[in-house]
């Protein structure tokens, strides 16, 4: 099945949102076959697009590792 989540995080200054996007983008490039990841940042927001052709268990999955590694860079900054 061909899915597609988007994770939007909004934060108080840019040069946050820069360091998080920043921080995941090692995750978007090392994404397992199959899976593509794309994060970037948008003024204030860290916007990451996950899209696969798989399980919904591989999408919780991707996104569960996603949001812990935004949670640990903000918890760096």
């Given at each position: 099945?061909?899915?597609?989540?988007?994770?939007?995080?909004?934060?108080?200054?840019?040069?946050?949102?820069n360091a998080i996007?920043?921080?995941?983008?090692?995750?978007?490039?090392?994404?397992?076959?199959?899976?593509?990841v794309a994060t970037d940042a948008r003024?204030?927001?860290?916007?990451?697009?996950?899209?696969?052709?798989?399980?919904?268990?591989?999408?919780?999955?991707?996104?569960?590792?996603?949001?812990?590694?935004?949670?640990?860079?903000?918890?760096?900054?």
């Amino acid at each position: 099945m061909l899915m597609r989540a988007k994770v939007s995080c909004t934060y108080g200054r840019e040069s946050i949102s820069n360091a998080i996007a920043v921080a995941l983008i090692p995750d978007s490039h090392q994404a397992p076959k199959g899976i593509q990841v794309a994060t970037d940042a948008r003024g204030t927001r860290v916007v990451s697009t996950i899209k696969l052709d798989g399980k919904i268990e591989t999408l919780l999955a991707t996104l569960d590792d996603l949001l812990a590694c935004t949670s640990t860079a903000e918890s760096i900054l």
